[in-house]
């Protein structure tokens, strides 16, 4: 260990200091981030709401992503599409997004717009119209995003199955888009309910992100932002996952051509470890298996064994509740998803019985330390890891700490965390088994023009 | 309304663009400052390679990108071929297997990535500029473009992996209508050959070919190579001169030939399981460098080129709740690429949204953008140009694009001008011109006897 310190004081030049970060909190409990980035005159602004897939319950699945969609038919004071529309005029891009843990919404624009999206997103927190006629239309949007995203796509109709499967009661086990019957029966009431609960204040966080003065932004957030009244937000009940006692398979029959592998390990994150260490220590051991081409599912499952024409690995420490280490992968031509499987156990059972050699972390190392440097080319990935960090309630200066936490994982925490939590028990399996494409109906070619 | 207001900063901001054009005849070099934001691009020959340079100090690191006239359209009899050559380059080359190349760019945290397209083939390398961590990364992307061994096992190997790709495709509804709506589209010409290959013409792909292949087109009289980050300008001239400068000069690409008209309306349909169908439509569109380039451009940011407010949005998405996506763009590249408009809809709705996707394509020929829209589009693009260059990544991606299509140097610098002089008159001059809804070729894929409304 000691050689691989050495090393690391010899690279001066890659650490980049980690630039500021200014905290505000408004009286009514809003809170305000802003990071200075002067390399061009853009602005990138993210309002952060704590809710998503995982604060909903079952029959009303869907229901914070539906509600994100309709952030955009109008206000009191804006007609449907107009936020949109004077974003455009303003020369921005916006959209908005949500996950498990969050929705977000947010635009980039030249920096002197700012005050335009300040202005539209306060007004949208609380005085969203939702009106039936464009909640029918839009619900449909919603829909039509669901087949295309998973009905159609049997990778994710696989993975979604897969969650359903892993989770007993964790809100992890509802896909983020909603199941299609709850979309069925989703009304405009839901959404009036939901946006009255979460919407406020006192549950967002504002992140600003680019080449502005943060005592400027917080006066026009103050401006802008500042009237808007506390609500009082509803106490979110815990849904830890009930204990896993014995592994889970599924097989996932889809027409399809290609087979397809998902392999999940209950772990915990941040906000769930009991020892802190564990979370970077899992995220090592997945750069182990899944980090760059020289890493083992490349080097070893794909072009030694030729087993697989790709295999990866996830892992995310930032989520809100205790989730998966993730494996997933594709046989190779003449291979088989058993064989496949059996591959990867091996490995698992690798980084149980023997540490990982000093060469493989001090790879990791060199990732971590560029990977820090090349997110900074981003506006908006760094606006993103700060209002991810504080709406999963780890608080941003998290992220100061992620570069020397992952840097001091050791071989032995690996092999430590690999015996613990990639064990049997908590294991879930799933194939996707393909079956035959009917091609036969109608197909055909004309020459002649229709209309 | 306050926000109203605060509108008219739109015009005020893309004024302030300093313009000044240095020549500096040794070196045939040029400096072309874009904004007054102090973008400069820079440029110079090496041993027959233009190279495209701009200094970028705040981040420590660079991005460098090689690009080759040696995309698919140089396949020949044998689609896939530019592709596997591409992707060849790093399974060995000098005297490094695969295991060993990868090692070397993890291990200093450099990334390499490569990308076969119709026109180009890309090499693009992101590293930290630290000294010793630099030097590993750009000797071992230098062995790669200089000295790639084609390795007949690694080969075969690879081409096991494309023939998994090409069943993945066979089950995505989006990919298996793009195939066909580029061969209906280019027929016998050289875009037409799909970049993956087929089965058979990837099994016929022998070592040699991929040797010849690269003789013939990864030379420096065939190359450009762009440079963003933290480097100053002799050691830009040094990263050039050590990645391109072995190449052989070799013979720069002749022009593929043109991209022929339509002569009539093609409807092709093709069943498959899906709940959604998949629709198509499209014409040969436009070329970098067109002289409609920007009237097409602006045109079709008000059709369908800029989500939400654009006319196909409107029409689809927002009036009817027909798709979640639905879009039109061109994709201009040396020779004429697509014209493409393109949703998903549940199936029993395919033939609704289609009509809906060809009127409202009909109507904005017949009659162009209204003064709103025109002016709403122009106020989008030119009051969102710092966006386009807002970061390393994306201003490499513009230089590699201007270098290796010959655009003016000052093609950023005057971007918002050209946009500002578009006229409504000239949108349905060109558009009328250029696209002809009676030739279109049209794509639809899904369960096409399924007319029952699902649930």
Redesign the interface.
């Known amino acids: 260990m000691r050689k691989f310190f050495l090393f690391l004081l010899?690279?001066p030049?890659?650490t980049?200091t980690a630039s500021t970060v200014y905290e505000y909190k408004l009286d009514n409990g809003m809170k305000l981030l802003v990071k200075q980035d002067?390399?061009?005159?853009?602005v990138v602004s993210q309002v952060w709401y704590k809710v998503g897939a995982s604060y909903e319950h079952s029959g009303i699945t869907g229901v914070s992503h539906v509600l994100e969609h309709m952030m955009?038919k109008g206000t009191k004071?804006f007609g449907?599409?107009e936020f949109?529309?004077?974003i455009?005029?303003?020369?921005?891009?916006e959209n908005a997004f949500t996950s498990r843990d969050y929705t977000a919404y947010f635009q980039?624009?030249?920096k002197?717009?700012l005050?335009?999206s300040f202005?539209?997103e306060a007004d949208r927190m609380r005085n969203l119209l939702l009106s039936e006629k464009e909640f029918?239309?839009?619900?449909?949007?919603?829909?039509?995003?669901r087949?295309?995203r998973t009905?159609?796509?049997?990778r994710s109709l696989t993975y979604e199955k897969f969650n359903a499967t892993a989770f007993t009661n964790s809100p992890y086990q509802n896909p983020t888009i909603g199941w299609?019957n709850d979309l069925?029966n989703m009304t405009l009431n839901d959404l009036a309910n939901w946006y009255r609960k979460w919407y406020a204040p006192n549950n967002a966080t504002l992140v600003v992100v680019g080449d502005v003065e943060p005592d400027d932004v917080y006066l026009l957030a103050q401006e802008h932002f500042g009237g808007l009244p506390v609500i009082e937000i509803p106490e979110l009940k815990p849904r830890m996952e009930a204990a896993q006692t014995g592994p889970r398979r599924i097989s996932v029959r889809a027409?399809?051509?290609?087979p397809y592998l998902i392999m999940g390990y209950k772990t915990p994150v941040l906000n769930t470890a009991s020892e802190d260490w564990e979370p970077y220590a899992l995220e090592v051991l997945a750069g182990i298996l899944d980090?760059?081409?020289?890493?083992r599912f490349?080097?070893e499952l794909?072009?030694e064994q030729?087993i697989a024409?790709?295999a990866s690995v996830s892992y995310s420490m930032f989520d809100r509740q205790a989730n998966l280490l993730m494996i997933s992968g594709?046989p190779?031509?003449?291979r088989t998803v058993e064989e496949l499987e059996q591959a990867i156990h091996k490995q698992i059972e690798r980084l149980k019985n023997e540490k990982v050699a000093a060469?493989e972390l001090?790879?990791i190392k060199?990732?971590?330390?560029?990977?820090d440097?090349?997110e900074?080319?981003?506006?908006f990935y760094q606006a993103m890891a700060l209002g991810v960090l504080e709406t999963v309630g780890l608080g941003w200066q998290k992220i100061d700490e992620y570069v020397e936490r992952v840097k001091s994982v050791t071989a032995e925490q690996i092999q430590q965390v690999a015996r613990k939590y990639l064990v049997e028990n908590t294991m879930t399996v799933a194939v996707l088994e393909?079956q035959k494409?009917?091609?036969?109906?109608?197909?055909?070619?004309?020459?002649?023009?229709?209309? | 309304?306050?926000?109203k207001k605060?509108?008219p900063?739109?015009t005020l901001?893309i004024v302030v663009i300093a313009v000044a054009v240095f020549v500096i005849q040794k070196d045939r070099e040029e400096i072309m400052p874009v904004q007054g934001?102090g973008l400069n691009i820079e440029t110079w020959q090496i041993n027959g390679t233009r190279v495209m340079y701009v200094y970028?100090p705040?981040?420590?690191?660079v991005d460098v990108r090689v690009v080759f006239d040696a995309g698919s359209a140089r396949d020949g009899d044998k689609p896939g071929l530019a592709t596997l050559t591409n992707l060849m380059l790093n399974r060995g080359a000098g005297k490094w297997n695969?295991?060993q190349?990868?090692?070397r760019?993890?291990?200093?945290?450099?990334?390499l990535s490569k990308q076969s397209l119709r026109d180009m083939a890309v090499i693009s390398l992101?590293?930290?500029?630290?000294?010793?961590?630099l030097k590993v990364a750009l000797d071992t992307m230098a062995t790669i473009l200089q000295e790639p061994v084609f390795d007949a096992n690694?080969l075969e190997?690879e081409k096991?992996?494309i023939?998994?790709?090409l069943?993945?495709q066979?089950?995505?509804?989006g990919d298996i209508a793009s195939l066909a709506f580029y061969k209906a589209l280019y027929g016998d010409h050289p875009y037409a050959s799909p970049d993956l290959g087929t089965r058979e013409s990837v099994a016929s792909i022998t070592r040699e070919d991929l040797q010849a292949f690269y003789k013939k087109y990864y030379v420096a009289n065939n190359a450009i190579i762009a440079i963003v980050g933290a480097v100053d300008k002799k050691q830009a001239r040094q990263i050039a001169r050590q990645l391109v400068g072995p190449l052989e000069g070799g013979d720069k690409a002749p022009l593929i030939n043109e991209v022929p008209p339509l002569n009539?309306?093609?409807?092709?349909?093709?069943?498959?399981?899906?709940?959604?169908t998949t629709i198509l439509v499209g014409h040969p569109g436009n070329y970098r460098g067109d002289p409609d380039y920007f009237a097409l451009y602006v045109g079709n940011h008000v059709l369908g080129g800029?989500?939400?407010?654009s006319r196909i949005m409107k029409e689809v998405?927002?009036?009817?709740?027909?798709?979640?996506?639905s879009y039109s763009y061109f994709s201009p590249m040396r020779r004429k690429g697509p014209f493409l408009m393109g949703l998903?809809?549940?199936n029993d709705q395919a033939d609704e949204a289609l009509?809906i996707v060809?009127d409202t394509l009909t109507m904005f020929i017949q009659q162009g953008p209204t003064d709103d829209e025109i002016k709403?589009s122009k106020?989008?693009?030119?009051?969102?140009?710092?966006?386009k260059?807002?970061?390393?990544?994306d201003i490499l991606a513009y230089i590699a694009m201007i270098g290796f299509y010959d655009l003016p140097l000052d093609y950023l610098k005057n971007f918002n001008d050209n946009v500002e002089r578009v006229t409504i008159e000239q949108i349905r001059d060109a558009f009328q011109r250029r696209i002809d809804p009676?030739k279109m070729v049209?794509v639809m894929v899904g369960?096409?006897?399924d007319k029952t409304p699902a649930?």
Not at chain 1, 88 to 93: K, Q, T
Not at chain 1, 376 to 379: L, R
Not at chain 2, 126 to 133: F, P
């Open positions: 010899l690279l030049a890659c980049v002067h390399r061009a005159p853009v955009f004071n449907p599409g949109s529309e004077v455009a005029a303003n020369g921005g891009r980039i624009l030249e002197s717009r005050p335009v202005e539209m029918k239309k839009e619900v449909e949007v919603v829909k039509e995003e087949r295309t009905e159609d796509n049997p299609m069925n027409p399809a051509e290609v980090s760059g081409g020289s890493a490349s080097r794909v072009r030729q024409v790709d594709t190779a031509t003449g060469a001090e790879r060199a990732q971590v330390i560029a990977g440097v090349y900074k080319d981003s506006v393909p494409i009917n091609r036969k109906k109608a197909s055909g070619q004309s020459a002649a023009a229709q209309h | 309304m306050k926000l605060l509108l900063l739109v901001v934001y970028a705040e981040l420590p690191m695969t295991n190349l990868v090692e760019f993890d291990s200093v945290g450099a990334e992101r590293s930290l500029t630290e000294k010793e961590w690694e190997r096991n992996s023939y998994v790709a069943k993945n066979q089950e995505d509804p009539e309306a093609v409807t092709i349909r093709k069943q498959h399981p899906s709940s959604q800029s989500g939400f407010g998405r927002e009036k009817r709740g027909l798709a979640y996506s998903q809809t549940r009509k060809r709403h106020m989008n693009i030119t009051g969102g140009f710092p966006l260059l807002d970061s390393n990544k009676n049209t369960d096409l006897g649930k």
